[in-house]
T-cell receptor, first 115, second 112 residues
């Protein structure tokens, strides 16, 4: 199974709402990632978790709060977002190590619209 | 800071023609990835290139890596309409678990 799943597929939220994005993988990967992709732009790294610990935070605003409850799950908690945060949010996972083991597998994404 | 540059950013070509997309990166890396993205969809992994001189082929696509020149190419042979998509190259910048740095992408349109 080389699948990364994400829920929900689409999310519309107001600027005062609190919502969460979920990501799950069962490939035994110990690294998980959040990327943000605006329309017609490349994905940009937000967070990296390695062995369930946050290892990289690319200066993301605190209204985005990641959580890795276990090795298979990754959440992104959203609060007080701005319209400019509307984007496709992609989750990915990979092994930690050398060679092909670090290939990142991407989920289908959550299309977020902030109104 | 790692920078990844792709060119061209937009390419319109006819079916049956050949073309090459170029990807340059600014710092030493021996891991380069090519992804395909269809409109409104996620990223599909095409190739993982791990060493200097690596060449991989899948159907009408062939990718190569020259780590000394910090250059990768994605060559399209006898293009068909189904290959229309946006193609990204991406580089892994460090050890352990690191995020990918993507090029801006090449929007490829193949016309009958």
């Amino acid at each position: 199974d080389t699948e990364v799943t994400q829920t929900p597929k689409h999310l519309v939220m107001g600027m005062t709402n609190k919502k969460s994005l979920k990501c799950e993988q069962h490939m035994g990967h110990r690294a998980m990632y959040w990327y943000k992709q605006k329309a017609k732009k490349p994905p940009e790294l937000m967070f990296v978790y390695s062995y369930e610990k946050l290892s990289i935070n690319e200066s993301v605003p605190s209204r985005f709060s990641p959580e890795c409850p276990n090795s298979s799950l990754l959440n992104l908690h959203l609060h007080a977002l701005q319209p400019e945060d509307s984007a496709l949010y992609l989750c990915a996972s990979s092994q930690v190590g050398g060679g092909d083991r670090r290939e990142q597998y991407f989920g289908p994404g959550t299309r977020l619209t902030v109104t | 800071e790692l920078k990844v540059e792709q060119n061209p950013l937009f390419l319109s070509m006819q079916e049956g023609k050949n073309y090459t997309i170029y990807c340059n990166y600014s710092t030493t890396s021996d891991r380069l990835y090519w992804y395909r993205q269809d409109p409104g969809k996620s990223l599909e992994s095409l190739f993982v290139l791990l060493s200097n001189g690596a060449v991989k082929q899948e159907g009408r696509l062939m990718a190569s890596l020259d780590t000394k020149a910090r250059l990768s190419t994605l060559h399209i042979t006898a293009a068909v309409h189904d290959l229309s998509a946006t193609y990204f190259c991406a580089v892994l910048s460090g050890g352990g678990a690191d995020g990918l740095t993507f090029g801006k992408g090449t929007h490829l349109i193949i016309q009958p």
